[in-house]
């Protein structure tokens, strides 16, 4: 395999506080996100992922100061999800410093939204944000942050949001997150297979051999990862 992969620290955010979970729930404080995001960009992350954990929940991304703050220190990508509502909200993130945004729940009430965001902002700032559920080899997609269940097949959603104009996709495993049991290979071999622009394997990391296997197995373009 020749292709580039990188490297994508998670920083699970609630209010100004790192946070971390297990399967997305039980959140627990460890710091601040911004210390943790100047350590991630000296050892050389390729990219970061800010996740606002309660935005969906409240219907509002509060990131907007920690984006601003983040984007004069650190030059990598950022991509910033949560809460992501409108046109005016992606906006409002790519101004404070923000590359890219991941969108779930808004994108599966009203799916044109990532279509529109698509053309007005251009693929490459668009990501579409999986959980996925897996129950006998079937994956089902959940919204807000593994709040909500949403009676759809996960690997057909992928195809959809990709049709639909978005230019990446994260794919969380919702029983494998924070878990340190490795990734989901089968669902990110399915939804890879699948689709036509890079996957964002997340969920599950424990050990070094798990982003490899990722790769290899799973076909990620890239990994992410959040508390190990």
Same mark, same amino acid.
């Given at each position: *395999?020749?292709?580039?992969?990188?490297?994508?620290?998670?920083?699970?955010?609630?209010?100004?506080?790192?946070?971390?979970?297990?399967?997305?729930?039980?959140?627990?404080?460890?710091?601040?996100?911004?210390? =943790?995001?100047?350590?991630?960009?000296?050892?050389?992350?390729?990219?970061?992922?800010?996740?606002?954990?309660?935005?969906?929940?409240? *219907?509002?991304?509060?990131?907007?100061?920690?984006?601003?703050?983040?984007?004069?220190?650190?030059?990598?990508?950022?991509?910033?999800?949560?809460?992501?509502?409108?046109?005016?909200?992606?906006?409002?993130?790519?101004?404070?410093?923000?590359?890219? $945004?991941?969108?779930?729940?808004?994108?599966?009430?009203?799916?044109?939204?990532?279509?529109?965001?698509?053309?007005? =902002?251009?693929?490459?700032?668009? $990501?579409?944000?999986?959980?996925?559920?897996?129950?006998?080899?079937?994956?089902?997609?959940?919204?807000?942050?593994?709040?909500?269940?949403?009676?759809?097949?996960?690997?057909?959603?992928?195809?959809?949001?990709?049709?639909?104009?978005?230019?990446?996709?994260?794919?969380?495993?919702?029983?494998?997150?924070?878990?340190?049991?490795?990734?989901?290979?089968?669902?990110?071999?399915?939804?890879?297979?699948?689709?036509?622009?890079?996957?964002?394997?997340?969920?599950?990391?424990?050990?070094?051999?798990?982003?490899?296997?990722?790769?290899?197995?799973?076909?990620?373009?890239?990994?992410?990862?959040?508390?190990?």
């Amino acid at each position: *395999m020749n292709r580039p992969v990188r490297v994508i620290p998670r920083l699970d955010i609630k209010g100004p506080n790192l946070v971390k979970g297990i399967q997305l729930e039980g959140n627990r404080v460890l710091g601040v996100a911004e210390q =943790f995001s100047d350590i991630y960009y000296a050892e050389g992350a390729d990219e970061l992922i800010y996740q606002d954990v309660v935005a969906s929940l409240y *219907m509002r991304n509060s990131l907007l100061d920690v984006v601003r703050k983040t984007a004069k220190e650190i030059f990598i990508p950022l991509t910033v999800a949560g809460g992501i509502r409108s046109i005016d909200d992606i906006r409002a993130l790519l101004r404070a410093g923000a590359d890219k $945004v991941a969108i779930n729940k808004a994108a599966i009430e009203n799916p044109k939204l990532l279509s529109e965001a698509a053309k007005i =902002f251009g693929s490459q700032c668009i $990501v579409s944000s999986i959980e996925a559920y897996g129950h006998n080899g079937k994956y089902q997609v959940w919204a807000d942050y593994g709040r909500q269940v949403v009676d759809r097949d996960a690997i057909e959603w992928a195809k959809r949001v990709v049709d639909l104009g978005v230019g990446e996709i994260l794919l969380t495993s919702i029983d494998r997150e924070g878990t340190g049991r490795g990734y989901d290979l089968e669902l990110i071999e399915k939804v890879a297979a699948h689709v036509s622009v890079p996957v964002i394997a997340c969920g599950g990391a424990g050990r070094e051999e798990d982003f490899i296997k990722a790769v290899k197995q799973g076909a990620a373009d890239a990994v992410s990862a959040a508390s190990v």
